[in-house]
C-alpha cells in the first residue's frame, strides 16, 4: 500500500514564490529553493513548482531552481507552468524535476502527453486538470482558469491518461480558495475513472477535508499551499491526523 | 571514489547528486576503462528491460560488470539496474539481465501500475539499513519487480497487493527497487550505508 501523499505547492514568478509564506524563522520567505528545503524537512513527500510567470525569462529561472532544489532536496520534484513542448519537458527533467506538468499546453495539443510519455516514461507525465462545474458535469479550463476549452473534465482526464499521463493533477476551480472543503464528486468521477493516481487540489480548509478527499474522493495525494504557507497547519500535523483516521502515511 | 555507470539509461544526475550531498566522491562512467578509477559502482535504471541490456551490452559493460561482482567489489543496482541484475524479465521476453542474481523479474498484476509513491519496507538484518527505523518508508516508481529463484537473497519486502523484494544482496551485488535518491533522509542514510560497506 502506498502512503497518502502530502505535497505543497509553490507558486513562482520570475524566481520568487508568490502567495508569501508566513513561517517563523524564515530567512526569505520568497526563496523557493529555501522553502523546498523547509517543506522536505517538514515531512513533504513530494514538492510542486508551478512558473504562473509568462514569460521565458520566468521559464529560464525556473530551469535553474530546479537545477539548484534538486541537490538540496531528495524527495520527487514535480514542475508545471508553461510547458509546451517535449522539449520544455526534456530540459525541465534534465535540470532534476522527476515529473512535469501540463495544462493547457495538452489541451490545445494532446499529443504532447502521448509524445511526452513516449520519451520519457508515463511516470514523469502529470496531466493538471482545472475544472469547473458547469450544470451536472465539469468543463476543463486552460490559461490558468480563464478559458473554457468546453472539454468535459472526466472524459479529458480518461483520454489523458489513455495518451500516457502517469498521474491527474485535478484542481477544482470551483473549490479553489473557499477553504470549504475539496469537490468530492469532482475527485471522485475522476478517480475512478483512471487507473492512475489523481492528486486533490483546491478548497481544502480543515483537517477533515482531506479524510474525507481520500475516503469520499479516492484521492491519493494532497496538493497543498496556503493552508501550508500561511502557517495554518503543518505537514506533520495533517499526516498525524490522517494516521488517527487509519489512513496510511510516511512518518 | 563511487562510479555511477552512463550506458545511457539512467536517471544517473539525480543519484549524482545524493552522493554529493552525502559529501561521498562520485563520478559518472562512460566506459568500462573508468571502472579501474573508482571502488563502489552504482547502475541506475529507467526505462525498459530490453532496451536497457541492448545499452549495457553496446557500451561493453557487461563483462566488466559482472567480472566485478566475481571479484567481491561492490555494485549497487537502483529499480531497473537491480532487475538487470537477474536473467531475464516479463518486460522483453528473450532478453538476457546479468545473471549475478539468478531468477526474473515480474509484472505487478493487481492495483495501480506502475506504483509510484511511497511504501513501506520490511528488511531484515541487512548492514544497508543499518540506523534507519524499523520500517522505512522508501519512494517507488516501477511496473516489474523481481522474483529471485533463492529467497535468501531478498533482505527487503514491501507490500503492493504482493509481497515483492524492497532489496536483493547476493555476495557484493546489492540492488534496490526503490529510489534512494528521492526517498529524503531514509535514502541518503541507505546510501551512506552503502557508500561505506
Redesign the interface.
Known sequence: ???I?IIPCLDVDEGRVVKGVKFANIRDAGDPVELAERY?EGGA?EITFLDIGATYRSREIMRDIVEEV???V???LTVGGGIRSVEDMRTIL?A?A?KVAVCSAALNDPTLLTEGARRF???CIVLSIDAKRHGDCWHAYISGGRTDSGRDAVAWAIEGVARGA??ILLNSIDADGTQAGYDLELLRRVATAV???VVASGGAGKLKDFAAAVRDGKA??LLLASLLHDGVMTIRQIKEYLRNEEM?V?? | MIGIVDYGAGNLRSVLKAFDFIGIPAQVIGVPDEMKGVTHIVVPGVGAFGAAVEKLDASGFRAPLTGWVAAGRPLLGICLGMHLFLDSSEETPGSCGLGIIRGGNRKFTVGKVPQIGWNRVIPTSDPLFTGLPAEPWFYFVHSYYAVPDDPVVTIATADYGVTFPAALRKGSAVGVQFHPEKSGEAGLALLKNWGRL
Open positions: 500500500m502506498n502512503a501523499r522536505s513527500d534538486s541537490r538540496r531528495f524527495v520527487p534534465r532534476g522527476d516514461g508515463s511516470q502517469g498521474e487507473p492512475v493516481p491519493d495525494a496510511m510516511r512518518c
